[in-house]
């Protein structure tokens, strides 16, 4: 495969040159080591610098992801928990029970009282 390239010296953008360069399997091409190591050292930092964001994003997400859904849940207990919705701790279920009984024998007094308000004439 043949390939120009055209090349300016950088001395006048008028003054440049075509060269031809032949491409194929057994093209061979020269790099000096230290810019070799500098290329393989800029795509480590690189690569790493990527995973490391990618890595960082992913983990936010999540954490949003994460405060969203207990938002969601606080706002379900919020609205459900006072309606009765949601249950009630075991200490509200003695509460209530002692409060029926106390109906319960606060109305049988109330009937008692009223049976003898009547026995004994008095009106108020």
Known sequence: MRCAWLVSFGVSPYYQEEIMVDFNDSTKITIPIRNLIALIF???VSVTGYVNLVS?????EHAQFVKDVEIQMNSEFRIKWPRG????????AEQNL???Y???NLSE???????LQV???ITE
């Open 42 to 44: 800029a795509v480590a």
């Open 98 to 100: 002692r409060l029926t």
């Open 119 to 121: 026995k004994e004439g």
């Open 85 to 92: 919705e949601l249950g009630a701790l075991p200490d509200d």
């Open 109 to 115: 007094l109330n009937k008692l009282v009223r049976k």
């Open 102 to 104: 106390v109906e319960g």
């Open 56 to 60: 960082r994003i992913t983990a936010l």
